[in-house]
């Protein structure tokens, strides 16, 4: 018979990757911010990538000319628009985005 306190884990001392929103973890994957940035802090840069005008006309492709009116369709479409930017228009966003701060 198994004793259920001895089987148990102690809690996690960090959050998990899916208690991090999707924004953060498109942003650190593509290295516009750093991991450790607080999410609120993540979500204004978010902001900021997403109105860029580079990332707009990027993500304008992805969209096929549709609006796309549910939040996690537009994370999507901005996470496809830095997928298909190359590391050196990443840096110039990196950039852009670090300027209007």
């Known amino acids: 018979m198994k004793h259920g306190k ?6 996690p001392t960090h959050p998990s990757a899916l208690a991090v929103p999707s924004y953060h973890r498109i942003l650190v994957k593509h290295g516009l911010i750093e ?12 902001l900021k990538v997403g109105a860029d005008p580079e990332v707009q006309k990027l ?9 796309i009116k549910h939040v996690p369709a537009l994370y999507l479409a901005t996470a496809i628009a830095l997928q298909g930017m190359t590391k050196q228009e990443l840096e110039a966003l990196k950039l852009r985005v670090e300027k209007r701060v």
């Not at 001895?6 to 809690?11: A, G, S």
């Not at 991991?35 to 978010?46: C, Q, S």
């Not at 993500?59 to 609006?67: A, D, L, T």
């Open 6 to 11: 001895q089987n148990k884990r102690p809690p």
């Open 35 to 46: 991991k450790t940035l607080p999410i609120p802090e993540a979500y204004k840069v978010f």
């Open 59 to 67: 993500r304008r492709k992805v969209e096929g000319g549709n609006k």
